[in-house]
Each structure stands twice: as C-alpha cells, then as structure tokens.
C-alpha cells in the first residue's frame, strides 16, 4: 500500500526471510565468513546460535545459495522434537530412500559414505533434538571419517540459544568436542539498527521520505533490543503510519506511540495456552544437582565470583555452575576474580539475552532459564542485587519449588515505586534466604511482608571482592590508574574524580544524559575527571550527539575497566561520582566519597546517606559538594559494621548449614506487582 506512495519498489520490512535483504552487520558478516570458511576447510560441525527473529535463517539460506553444488549434496531437515529414529527416516525421505524403519541407518550411511558428492547436513530448530539425535549425529559423522577420500559429511546445526544449554550439558561432551566451528548471532546495537532499517529501506529506493530523525533510531532500538523480526514489524508500521497521517517525518514520539498501539493490540489478543510441564519431582530440592549461580552485569559477576571462592571450601555443599543472563564482557574482564580456587575451570552457560524492553525481558530471561533448571536439576538457585535476571530465576525457581538464595537483599529508592523498587520487592518476596548489606534494610522487607527469619545480615560481598583485589594490586601509585589517569590530572593539586554511569533511567533519555554530562562538565573546571564509559553509555551518547559536550573539558574517557583497575582508579581518586549503588559501595568501602547523580539515586532506610552527598542532576549542588570534599574534608564515609572482606564466608557457611533443611510445601504466592511506565 504504501509502497507506491513513497516511490519503493517493494516493501522494505517484510518478515520473511529474504537473502536479498542480508544486512552485513558485523556478527551476521563475522557468522557468514566462519561458515564460509569453515565448508572450504573441511569444517566437520557448524553451530550458528541466536535469538528467535535475530536472522539465522536468512543467514544460512545465503550461505546454501554459495554452496557449489558440484561438490556438495545439501540436505535440509527441521528438528521438531525429532528422537534417532525420526530423524534417520527423515534424512531417508529426504534422500530418497526406500525399505522398512530398521533398515534406515544402514542405508543412510551407505549413501552417506558411497556418493560422488559430499553432504552438507542442515539442521534447523537443533535445540528440539532429542539425546538420541545427538548419539545418532555422532555415528553418521564417525561413518562419514571412513568415507573415501575427498567424501566428507558436514554438518550444521542452527537454533535458539537453548541449543546451547543441550551442548553444555555433560551428556553431549563427545558431541561438543567436535565442534569446529561455532558462531552467536548477537542482536543489533544502537548503530547497526539504525543501518540495518537505512539499509533495507535503500534496497528498495528510498529517497529520504518518510524522514527518520535521529532520536527515532534511539527509540526503534528501545522498543526493540535490536532484534532484526522486531524491527522489521515496527517499522512497517510506522511506514504505514506516515502513509495513512499528515507528517512525513518520523521521530521518537511517533515511534512510542505507535509501539503503544502495538504493545496494546498484543495484550488484547487471546493469550496462548501455557506450556505442558511435568510438575518438579517432590524431592527435587534434595538432590545434589549444582548450586545455580545467576548473573546480569559486572557488579553481579564481581560479587558471585567472592562467594563461589567461598562455597568451593564448603565440602557439603553442591558444585557451583555460573548462569549468565547477557552476552556482555563481564566474564571475561573479571576473569582474574573467578582464578585460583578451582574457578578457572567454571564453564559459565549464557542465555545469550541482549538488552530488551524493560516490561519484555523478564519474560525472555525466564523462558531461556527454564530449560537450564530443567536439564541440570540444581539443588538451589543464587540471585544477586534484585536485578531483570534476579526475577526471571527467582520466578523459575517458585514455580519448581527450589530454594532461592538473594545476595544483596533489601535495597530500595528513596522513591520505593519505581519499576526496579519492584522488581527488587519481587525476588525479596520469593527468597527463602535474604542476605543484605545493612541491618537499616530488615524493617523495610519486614513492612513488604519478609519474615524477620528469612533476613541475615552478613556483610557485603562488593567489599570483599575490592579487598581482594587491593591486595593485587600492590602500592598505590603504582598500580593501573598511573596508565589511565593523565599525567596533569595525577599532578592537580585536588587530585581526581572518578565517574560512572550505567543506570537505563538516566542513559537512555537524551535530556536527562544531557543533564548529567553538563553536570560533569561543571564540575571538571574544578576537579578533573577520569570517565571509564561503558558501552551502551558511549552508543546512546553518540546516538544523541552529546560526545561535543564534554570535548575540550577536563573529563578523560576511558574503556571499561577490570575491576581491579576500577578499583585502582578509586582508591587514589578525590571522589567518586556515579549512579550505581555497588559503585557508591566500593568507594565507601575504600574511605572514598561519593557523589550520587541521576534520578531515584538515594537509598531508602540505608547509612550510607549519611556519608554521601546525594546530588541527583543538579550541577551546582554537585560543584558545592566537591568543594566541601576538597577544602572541607567533608562527606568522608566509614564503612559499616560486617564490611571487613569476610562476607562470602558467612554466607557459604550458612548456606551449608541451611540447604539441608530447606523445605516448602509449594510455591510462594505473592500479590502481583504493578510497574510504572
């Protein structure tokens, strides 16, 4: 319809997989290239993982159109749940095999290994397949090394990151040896969305009408995580909206209200049927599968790493197996934390979730989380910090009646209802054990409902992790900030400050990131800043063209840091102005202070507000606060009682204490929490 209105000589967002469409981002180009490579090297399994929508199919469907069909014979077959014995008769149909079931195999693998071509074998949907499958895969492929020379099987499988939950597990160990070649498709980042919508709009000779503004780009990608099927649904909808209205210009209000209109006609649409599950096994908490440690961002990695040291000197307790809810790099930037205690050998599994919509991803976290309960039958489940992936495993763990254990329990606003107050209310509410920071925390979880039982306060696990890695770090001036921090700001007399921000509420917003980083620049005129960004802090700032603000000004940007490095920055740091609670932690265990900036910053019913000059977007109480920091000595903070590094000890032993004796009739039935938008 719209198409002819606008000049386009297709429609550009259609939803079905379309290899003229490909858009080379860098992980779909990187993915492509290793298959490629990996069928001319004599590749002998391929794996190609990412999210529903996020283009796998369109990618391996270019692929088969490059493949010589003079030297491969392809087969295609979609894994619905398929056992050894469905798929051999499948791959017999497809390969024009006759004769009964029990003469399949045989017969298969004669054609396999006798051809005159070699076999690319595509699975699609390899998350469905049965164990046997595998066993089954494992015995064409030891067939298929037999073949003549130059003979050879290939074999790719493609799916949903599910597939490698099924790879990670022990069974399929044989199986994942053999893998050569083994690709993610990660979702778009705020760039590529905006490439890849400019990009299939031009395949079909778009002039420029209807305009997209730049803070539409912003708002696409918060509406869709970068998830290419999404994209492609929203933007044909607002395509159309230009088309049927007044404007021929898209920007951010017109992108929120029309994802309204969408989210509104979903919610009204008949909810499908939920999914048949047996009910978990009555003594399914007393088995010793492993401990299930989830993790979201680096302060959640940072922390989980101090306990697993702990619980690995704890004989009674189960293994550990680490369960990362993001494809970020917080793994391997801490790598040096999870070292020494037999950690080196902990194989986290991801559930591959890139950041979407705030109301949508619990939901996804959940889903992707409940096929690794599932196979791995873990004794217990460990959450920290109240986070989107806290709820999706605490969520999983009601409903299978496991014990749930929550690391940093209590914490809330000043505000007490913001969406993350929820959430945080929401995982309190179904722990079974609460350890939080501060005692100043239990009578607000009693008000919420908590039992006084289920409250331990045993330190903070932050504080040991920075203990730890003080005592790597050697002398002060010595250590990683001498390489970081330029040299005019080591030498200023008031010394430096350090900065973070991280917070979604005041990164993706352009006014209020405007607000803070012409904070920052206020006050660097009298106290320089070293700015260690974070990713998706550094892309919203370019989406929104704010880097121009603090050129020229005395702010170094630099990487993300380690957290040995951050933690080195900080302790030789003036102050430390940020918006995270586990920041605002570090520095007050370091004796540093702490300026808290953005919105909902303050900490309800904590002591730290005592020693924190709490200074939201208001860049002239910040300035008065640096200097009451540099000439008065002031907002010098003392750490609290039970901060001595020694936290994760407490909490393993008591874990070993109480695991034994957990028992619950059946899940915790709490009221349904109402977000705000």
């Known amino acids: ?13 259609q939803l079905s997989p379309d290899t003229s469409f490909l858009f080379e981002g860098k992980g779909h180009r990187d993915a492509l290239l290793a298959l490629r490579q990996g069928l001319a090297d004599g590749a002998g399994l ?101 073949a003549p020379a130059g003979l050879r099987l290939c074999l790719c499988l493609f799916g949903q990151p599910e597939l490698r939950v099924l790879l990670d597990a022990p069974a399929q160990g044989r199986f994942r040896a053999r893998v050569d070649i083994d690709r993610h498709l990660d979702l778009l980042d705020l760039a590529e969305t905006r490439a890849y919508v400019e990009h299939r709009l031009r395949k079909v000779g778009w002039n420029g009408t209807p305009e997209f503004t730049a803070d539409a780009f912003v708002a696409i990608f918060a509406c869709t995580a970068g998830v290419p099927r999404r994209l492609n649904l929203l933007c044909n909808r607002l395509m159309l909206s230009a088309y049927l209205g007044p404007e021929r210009r898209i920007d951010a209000v017109g992108v929120a209200l029309t994802a309204a209109a969408m989210r509104a006609e979903f919610d009204a649409a008949p909810a499908p049927a939920p999914p048949v599950r047996a009910e978990p096994a009555a003594d399914m908490h007393r088995t010793q599968g492993p401990l299930l440690c989830v993790v979201g961002g680096q302060s959640d990695h940072v922390q989980m790493a101090m306990l697993l040291r702990a619980i690995r000197l704890q004989p009674a307790l189960p293994p550990v197996q680490l369960v990362r809810a993001f494809r970020n790099n917080a793994f391997d930037l801490n790598h040096d934390l999870f070292c020494g205690f037999g950690l080196e050998t902990v194989s986290p599994v991801c559930l591959d979730v890139a950041p979407v919509p705030y109301d949508q991803r619990v939901e996804e976290l959940a889903r992707l989380f409940e096929p690794v309960v599932e196979r791995l039958r873990p004794s217990a489940v460990i959450v920290c910090n109240g986070s989107d992936a806290a709820l999706a495993a605490a969520r999983v763990a009601n409903r299978r009646v496991l014990p749930l254990f929550h690391i940093g329990a209590g914490q809330r606003s000043t505000n ?248 619950r009739d059946g899940p915790i039935v709490i009221p349904q929490l109402t977000t705000i938008k």
């Open 1 to 13: 319809m719209y198409e002819s209105h606008f000049g386009l000589t297709g429609l550009p967002f």
């Open 46 to 146: 391929m794996v190609l993982t990412g999210e529903i929508g996020a283009g796998k199919t369109t990618l391996v469907r270019t692929l088969l159109q490059q493949v010589n069909p003079d030297a491969f014979e392809v087969v295609q077959v979609a894994a619905a749940h398929l056992t050894a014995a469905t798929l051999s008769d499948m791959l017999s149909i497809a390969l024009g095999l006759t004769g009964d079931a029990a003469a399949h195999r045989g017969a298969l693998i004669s054609r396999l290994t006798a051809g005159l071509r070699s076999t690319l074998l595509v699975v699609d949907e390899a998350q469905h397949l049965a164990d046997s499958a595998f066993e089954f895969l494992l015995t064409l492929m030891d067939a298929a090394n037999a």
């Open 416 to 663: 007490r209802a913001t969406p993350k107050d929820m959430t945080r209310s929401e995982v309190d509410r179904l722990s079974d054990l609460l350890f939080t920071t501060e005692p100043e925390s239990t009578p607000g979880l009693e008000a919420e409902g908590v039992p006084q039982e289920r409250i331990l306060c045993l330190g903070n696990l932050a504080v040991d992790a920075l203990r730890a890695s003080v005592q790597t770090l050697g002398p002060a001036d010595q250590g990683p900030a001498r390489r970081l921090v330029p040299a005019a700001f080591w030498a200023d007399p008031h010394g430096y400050g350090v900065v973070g921000l991280s917070e979604g509420g005041n990164i993706q917003y352009r006014r209020q990131l405007h607000g803070l980083l012409s904070l920052l620049v206020t006050v660097s005129r009298d106290l320089p800043l070293v700015w260690p960004v974070n990713n998706l802090t550094h892309q919203f700032a370019e989406a929104f063209e704010l880097g121009r603000l603090i050129e020229g000004e005395n702010i170094a940007c630099v990487p993300t840091q380690a957290h040995s490095s951050l933690i080195d920055l900080m302790r030789n740091a003036t102050c430390v102005l940020t918006d995270s609670w586990s920041m605002q932690d570090e520095a007050v265990g370091l004796g540093v202070p702490c300026l808290m900036l953005g919105e909902h910053a303050g900490r309800a019913g904590s002591a730290l507000s005592a020693h924190t000059a709490c200074v939201g977007t208001n860049a002239l109480a910040a300035s008065r606060a640096v200097w009451e920091i540099v000439y008065g000595g002031r907002w010098i903070p003392s750490p609290p009682a039970g901060w001595d590094g020694r936290a994760a000890t407490r909490v393993a032993a008591c874990l070993s204490r109480e695991l034994p004796l957990f028992h």
